[in-house]
């Protein structure tokens, strides 16, 4: 006898079955607010995903909960579905949470990282530098800072880290586009400073440099107009 779970998850979706169908939703979506198609505040009306995917709104639904669990959608009961927006206090206060997460994960990464790995953060890192746009920069930072507190070995922390990543990511691109290339080249050194301290294996020197990195983005984020707009200061 087949479950009642197995039953849904056996559901077809236009040739799909509904947890695939839910999957390329997710991707798709995920997809259009991290590059800024999808605008934060927006709204997400799933009878129009659905007839975009030619399914009914289960997986719809279903995928609208996963991206509200990583951050990227507002689910509002009787109400529906919001692209995640903050107010420039919320994202100064995430920042100062990310001044401590981050250290931490690098502080434990540091010492566990392989040679290749050190090898591909530094090739990342030169990629940053060469990088032609905003949205290439914001995936290649991203990578960058991801992969260096990958050997943490604390997946609970990993997971609070990148739903940060996820809900400032509109308000990463509006401040890169912003800071001009003496404010980029600020970022180029501080990121070589930290693969030589990650190189020698200075976890605690790596954790201090990654704490000033985002310290000083968040206080150019306080001080910036025209990002947050509407919270009663620009």
Known sequence: MVEP????????????????????????LRKAILSGQLEPGSRVRQEEIAS???ISRIPVREALRQLESEGLI????NSGAWI?????????????????LEPLALLESCPALSDSTLDNIEDLARRIEQSGSPEE??????EFHLLSY?????????QMIQKFWNVTQQYRRAFTQSVGSTGMETIFCEHRLICEALRRRDSY??????????RRTRLQLERSD?????DGKT
């Not at 995640?84 to 401590?100: G, N, P, T």
């Not at 920069?137 to 991203?142: K, V």
């Not at 020197?205 to 985002?214: D, E, P, R, Y």
């Open 74 to 77: 507002v689910l509002v009961p």
């Open 84 to 100: 995640f927006k903050l107010d420039r206090a919320e994202c100064v206060e995430i920042y100062k949470i990310r001044e401590r």
């Open 137 to 142: 920069f914001l995936r290649l930072d991203r």
């Open 205 to 214: 020197h790596a954790s201090m440099l990654l704490h000033g990195h985002i």
């Open 226 to 230: 025209g990002i947050f707009v509407g």
């Open 52 to 54: 975009q995917f030619g």
């Open 150 to 158: 990958e050997a943490a070995g604390m997946p609970q922390l990993m």
């Open 5 to 28: 779970h197995e039953r849904k998850s056996a559901r077809v979706e236009n040739g799909l079955t509904a947890a695939v169908a839910s999957e390329r939703i997710i991707d798709a």
